[in-house]
């Protein structure tokens, strides 16, 4: 284990030099990104990863861990429940410790309003399969023991689960190379192109590699990326503030969340904590570019976000939005983006968890981070092609999701690469539903 800025992440030892070609070309290695590899590898196909730092330093391991259906949009809930089952057979499948386990995750009511949301959504999750319901008082009290009385309500699912984000990106990635695939980090990619209208290569900063097919999986990256290509994808970047703390007996394995903080009992002995549903909004230049866009959504979940403006501003606005391929990119002059703690929020949840669970009251903050989430407008990530340059495809703007249904997203990727029959209806996720006028290719 190495330490990496202000939270542990597992080592992992990229691949020295890049093949002159690869069926496919996977562009980040976040959470997504590997676990598209590791599918394609199985597969037997060439597929190289190239990642700009390191293996899951960004969101893929500064998230919560939580794996999890309940709760889940309804057009996303088929796809969370497959990469449920996926994250279940993961530690056998690829011989390693994700620190996946079977926890169940809680859902806390403390108003009416919120006790009434979940009852509706035990109804959606039972239309669909989903395990979940809400439990007695009697098990609330023992689920939840020294809890401070006021829980009116808990939504439970037994078949959710918790892994180690720190540790799974790192594990998963070393298996989709023993597999065969190539894994090259501290390499940036700057660019494709393209041969008769599509995709024929990718341009690193180590040298050009020839491929037919291009996962942009970049997180917070893919719009930038994406738009140097001409293709405009609507996704904004959302900050999360999280923190580990100890000092603290275990109340419950499971992860538990309520409207304004959440918990997650770690590996190590601490836990996760973080405020639920309430997300840091750095004004950017695309919030205005894209206003028209979000704002349908923003009026019902506005109150979710907290925007600020300040150097985050100007760093954006001071970004090339279009560059050459023979210079250095923006990708090598930020290879890891590690955006300040937030302690205020963090301390915030901490003075909540206290209230609601007193076990809380002696707890140590010993890590602060933060992690930009990547989100689309309607808080469903885009996977598939995008038709007006064939042989690209996006798979990104998970929007706070990623960790928990990357393993299904990595499947469902690959199989739109080969042609297979989706685990999912391929339209939800379609990069068209968010851009109709690129349905087709730019020459037609």
């Not at 700009?52 to 998230?63: D, H, M, V």
């Not at 809930?77 to 279940?88: F, G, V, Y």
């Not at 699912?157 to 990635?173: H, L, N, Q, R, Y």
């Not at 007996?249 to 996760?272: K, S, W």
Request: hydrophobic share 45%; aromatic share 8%.
């Amino acid at each position: 284990m190495m330490q990496f800025l202000s939270f542990p992440l597992a080592p992992f030892a990229g691949d020295a030099d890049l093949p002159e070609a690869a069926d496919v070309v996977v562009i980040g290695g976040g959470i997504i990104g590997v676990c598209t590899a590791l599918e394609l590898a199985e597969r037997g196909v060439s597929v190289l990863l190239c990642e700009k730092g390191l293996i899951g330093a960004e969101q893929s391991s500064r998230n919560w861990g939580w794996t999890r259906q309940m709760g889940r949009d309804p057009r996303e809930l088929p796809l969370c429940m497959e990469s449920l089952r996926l994250w279940a057979g993961m530690n056998e499948r690829i011989g390693a410790d994700t620190g996946w386990r079977r926890t169940g995750i809680a859902y806390l009511s403390y108003t009416r309003r919120e006790l009434d949301h979940w009852r509706n959504w035990e109804k959606i999750g039972a239309e669909h399969g989903v395990d979940g319901r809400m439990l007695s008082r009697t098990e609330i009290d023992t689920r939840l023991p020294g809890n401070d009385g006021r829980i009116l309500g808990v939504l439970h699912t037994g078949s959710d689960g918790k892994a180690e984000p720190w540790i799974a990106v790192p594990a998963i990635a070393a298996a989709a190379r023993a597999k065969g695939a190539r894994i090259v980090t501290g390499c940036a990619v700057r660019g494709l192109e393209t041969a008769s209208g599509r995709v024929s290569a990718v341009v690193t900063e180590r040298g050009t590699v020839a491929c037919q097919q291009v996962v942009i999986a970049a997180g917070m990256w893919s719009r930038l990326f994406a738009g140097n290509l001409g293709i405009d994808f609507p996704q904004l970047k959302v900050l999360g503030p999280v923190a580990r703390v100890e000092g603290v007996p275990l109340i419950t394995d499971m992860p538990v969340g309520a409207e304004n903080f959440a918990f997650r009992h770690r590996q190590d002995g601490g836990y996760t904590i973080a405020v639920r549903n309430r997300a840091i909004a750095p004004l950017t230049p695309d919030h205005f570019r894209l206003l028209g866009d979000y704002l349908p959504g923003l009026r019902t979940s506005w109150r979710e976000l907290s925007p600020r403006i300040g150097r985050t501003f100007l760093e954006d606005l001071a970004t090339a939005r279009r560059w050459a391929l023979d210079r250095r990119t923006i990708f090598e002059q930020v290879r890891i983006l590690n955006p300040d703690p937030v302690p205020g929020y963090t301390r915030k949840a901490l003075h909540r968890l206290a209230r609601a669970f007193p076990a809380f009251q002696g707890a140590r903050i010993t890590h602060e981070w933060a992690g930009y989430m990547d989100a689309t407008p309607d808080a469903i990530p885009v996977i598939g092609p995008v038709p007006a340059l064939p042989g690209l495809n996006i798979a990104s703007g998970f929007s706070g999701h990623g960790f928990g249904i990357g393993p299904g997203a990595g499947r469902m990727m690959a199989q739109l690469i080969l042609g297979e029959n989706t685990l999912v209806p391929a339209d939800v996720f379609a990069f068209t539903r968010l851009r109709p006028g690129q349905a087709q290719p730019a020459a037609a």
